[in-house]
């Protein structure tokens, strides 16, 4: 590309669901430089799989600040979807993160815990398989499955949820 602004997409090519949006000239859309650790890792993560994320490029603009407004347009459309993305303004909002600070709540996460496990091993899926399907790490899966983590994203245990039919979420009692 020429220094015109644009804004591009990065995709699973498994799951064909678009794990970062961004904004750049020039080869920006290929770049490895500069990334987030939450990029870096996901990335790292298909790569150990054999499998290179496709690029597609959503926009060309006239300027900076056109290619910045339509990048978190696009973001926004994805996250409204109750999609995750890689952004780093987008991957720890407040209120995303679920903290184990009692016994009760560690309690309940072990429940989620065995429940996705005995999910996901009935459908005879490696933990490796799941992570691919539903493009979250394999290490997010290890570490839900065990159930001793102190914090976990509410969005990523929906995903592996969602998978199953199922999601976490608040019931108001009448």
């Known amino acids: 590309m020429n220094n015109s602004w644009y804004v591009y997409s990065h995709t699973n090519p498994i799951t064909k669901e678009i ?3 961004g904004a750049g000239t020039k080869n920006r859309i290929n770049q490895n430089r500069g990334r987030n650790p939450a990029w870096k890792t996901y990335v790292k993560s298909l790569l150990a799989d054999g499998v290179f994320y496709e690029t597609a490029i ?3 603009c006239p300027n900076k600040e056109e290619a910045l407004k339509n ?3 696009e973001i ?3 996250v ?3 999609k995750s ?5 987008c991957f720890k909002e407040p209120g995303n993160i679920f903290n184990i600070e009692s016994k009760k709540e560690s309690e309940f996460l072990l429940h989620i815990s065995e429940y ?3 999910k996901r091993t009935e459908l005879g899926l490696t933990q490796a398989q799941l992570s691919k399907r539903i493009a979250v790490g394999r290490r997010f899966l290890v570490e839900l499955e065990g159930g001793n983590k102190k914090s976990m994203r509410i969005d990523k245990i929906n995903k592996v949820l969602n998978f199953f039919n199922a999601e976490l979420g608040i019931v108001v009692k009448k």
């Open 80 to 82: 409204s979807t109750g």
């Open 116 to 118: 996705a496990k005995a």
């Open 85 to 89: 993305i890689l952004n780093r303004n």
């Open 19 to 21: 794990f970062y949006i």
């Open 71 to 73: 990048e978190s347009l």
């Open 76 to 78: 926004q459309k994805i």
């Open 58 to 60: 959503l926009h060309v």
